[in-house]
């Protein structure tokens, strides 16, 4: 079984979180709680390949490490001043 790597793991960790904070929530952020699935679109649109098996549990892991983000529950994170 012949498989390639996808684009989320060919990028390293720290480019993937300067994408990420490239977003406009964490440009601006409000009162409401961010979606992963708004931040999977977002790196989709940014060429990144978020159908990779496992790719949002990588994503969550990066945006845990995020020390000014908090996680609500799976998949909702708020950003703390």
Do not use: Q, W
């Not at 699935?37 to 098996?53: N, T």
């Not at 609500?72 to 708020?78: C, D, E, N, Q």
């Amino acid at each position: 079984m012949d498989v390639e790597p996808s684009m989320l793991d060919l990028y390293e960790d720290e480019e993937i979180i300067e994408i990420i904070k490239k977003h406009p929530y964490f440009k601006n952020p409000c009162k409401y709680p961010i979606r992963i699935i708004s931040i999977m679109k977002y790196l989709k649109r940014k060429g990144l390949d978020v159908h990779a098996e496992d790719a949002d549990l990588k994503v969550d892991a990066l945006l845990s490490s995020l020390g000014n983000v908090n996680r609500i529950a799976f998949g909702l994170y708020k950003i703390t001043k």
